[in-house]
């Protein structure tokens, strides 16, 4: 049987309370609003791109512990990285939180805190909108996408 | 070992009859995670009695055949439960003619029915149609497609804090150029009764038909079509322990017999040539295509069973249930009830400090209470109280306050791990 505390570990709490990167970029150049259709959760991330390398990044928005917590871990993890460092990142990250064998992966770092979320298979969706935002963003699609 | 008047926390002989109702439910006795099933999710869909499963596999095991076709023994059977079914319905809303009944697949095709074919037809750019700030979305979305097709205006009649209809505001909304009034019976966010019988009467004065949305009335609330004087009243069957995928719309027949077809094609003919086409007569007008004749007769027994307990046994249970929850929740710090009506049913919908609805729903799920969390399919009225959603539990007469007593121990949980 999954644990509660598999899911919400003392990290989670502290990015939820507390989230890193938790405003607008006025220097963004390019932004992407991310909607959860299930819960009506919305996340903006803000993104500074120099070149191919991820120079800011930030968010602003109103979501759960879980939603919150992984879109502050993304914005720590993917500062300074190059796209397709990023790219890979979101790759690993995916496949950790929607298999249940997946292998502990040390590339993810801070990341793994939410491994939990393979157990509780509604809660997949909060966990990688801000990376889908994120997706979307890069792409700078004007429609703000949704984790359907 | 404790009696079963005691988990209830009162004595009586209601109680009883609560644990005997359970036992019609398998469903009931299932677990989750490990833990015994607390379904607090009534307002999304209901579970179903024994008797309607049975209802359902002895249609398909023993009289399976089409309505209204043939002239062999089983298409007659079926044919003859099939209306029987519908006047089961007619009783249990005492609607005065069984061709006043129409099976859909939901309150949602109901609602998109009367859209298309009663107001699309008599709806210019001068006119209007009313709805509340509380209504669900499949009775606002059915009312922007048709007032977009036509160039009506939706106009939104306002709820006041406590998320009662403000009926002052309502009656000045009314004006010459309404053509109808769609309104929530009870909301399936707040749990607020609207005064239907009063917001008819104000239409009525105008001559403005009214549609209610009666998802949520159906089960909690004796439904008296006639009483009501409304004009359409439309309905789930899975909300009242029915299968999914059978509803009703009510019209009244002259309303009905003023309006074109909403889907065309077989059943629902009396004459076909290439030339010309004659629509066969009420209600037959709207079931085109086979219809869902397992699901009718499945809604016939559910109707039956709930009728055998009685609205007026349910409404006191659930009433009860409803006071127990308000007034432990009152006692959580940090815990906001959001709609607080001086009418209302079956709903308890909440926000805590701190804590996303999404987290409560989860927290809860482990524990074995399953509620709702989000925004209830009613965006404009979360915006209208400044929250992005809630979490909602919402009863039925087959619940306990035993079951009331776990979620409130759970939400103690949820505060216990997010003030860590």
């Keep these: 049987m999954s644990d509660l505390r598999d899911l919400y570990q003392e990290v989670i709490f502290d990015h939820y309370k507390k989230p890193h990167n938790y405003h607008a970029l006025a220097e963004a150049n390019h932004v992407a609003h991310g909607h959860n259709r299930l819960c009506g959760d919305q996340l903006t991330v803000y993104l500074r791109l120099e070149g191919d390398v991820i120079a800011d990044l930030s968010f602003e928005g109103n979501g759960c512990a879980i939603s919150t917590a992984s879109a502050s871990l993304m914005t720590e993890a993917l500062k300074g990285r190059k796209l397709d460092e990023a790219e890979q990142l979101f790759q690993d990250f995916h496949h950790m939180v929607t298999h249940a064998d997946a292998e502990p992966d040390p590339a993810l770092g801070k990341l793994e805190v939410l491994a939990g979320v393979r157990e509780f298979p509604a809660r997949v969706k909060c966990a990688t909108l801000a990376w889908h935002t994120l997706q979307a963003a890069l792409k700078d699609r004007a429609e703000p996408v949704s984790t359907e | ?420």
């Design chain 2, 1 to 420: 070992m404790k009696m079963e008047s005691e988990i209830l926390g009162r004595p009586g002989h209601a109680e009883n009859d609560v644990w005997r109702w359970r036992r019609d439910f398998p469903v009931l006795r299932e677990t989750v995670h490990g833990k015994p099933l607390v379904y607090l999710d009534n307002a999304a869909t209901t579970q179903k009695p024994q008797s309607v499963i049975d209802a359902e596999a002895a249609f398909y095991s023993r009289i399976n055949a089409n309505v209204h076709r043939g002239v062999h023994a089983l298409s007659q059977y079926a044919t003859d439960e099939y209306e029987a079914a519908r006047d089961k319905v007619r009783r249990f809303i005492n609607a005065a003619d069984a061709r006043e009944i129409i099976f859909v697949r939901g309150t949602t095709e109901a609602i998109n029915l009367v859209a298309q074919s009663h107001a699309r037809p008599r709806l210019t750019q001068d006119d209007n149609i009313i709805v509340s700030a509380m209504e669900h979305h499949s009775n606002i979305v059915p009312w922007q497609m048709v007032c977009a097709q036509t160039g009506a205006e939706l106009r939104v009649a306002p709820v006041n804090d406590a998320g009662e209809l403000d009926l002052d505001m309502f009656a000045k909304l009314v004006g010459p150029g309404t053509r109808l009034v769609a309104l929530t019976h009870l909301s399936n966010a707040l749990g607020s009764i609207t005064p239907a019988a009063r917001i008819v009467e104000i239409a009525h004065a105008h001559g403005v038909p009214v549609l209610l949305d009666g998802a949520q009335a159906i089960a909690h609330l004796g439904v008296d079509v006639r009483a009501l004087d409304c004009d359409f009243y439309a309905f789930s069957g899975h909300k009242i322990c029915g299968p999914t995928g059978i509803g009703v719309l009510y019209g009244k027949a002259a309303l009905l017999d003023a309006m074109p077809p909403y889907q065309v094609g077989g059943d629902m003919i009396r004459s076909v040539t290439f030339g010309e086409t004659q629509y066969n007569d009420l209600p037959y007008k709207f079931e085109a295509g086979t219809p869902n004749i397992a699901g009718a007769i499945g809604l016939g027994a559910a109707l039956d069973y709930v009728s055998a307990i009685g609205l007026e046994t349910i409404a006191a249970h659930e009433r009860d249930l409803l006071d127990h929850a308000t007034g432990l929740a009152n006692g959580i710090e940090g815990l906001r009830i959001i709609g607080t009506a001086r009418h209302k049913a079956g709903v308890l919908s909440f926000t805590l400090d701190g804590v996303h609805p999404h987290d409560i729903g989860t927290i809860l799920d482990h524990d074995g209470v399953a509620i709702r969390t989000g925004h209830h399919c009613a965006m404009p009225l979360m915006q209208r109280f400044g929250i992005a959603g809630t979490a909602r539990a919402s009863f039925s007469f087959y619940n306990t306050r035993a079951e009331v007593d776990a979620l409130i121990a759970g939400l103690a949980k949820v505060q216990e791990m997010f003030q860590r």
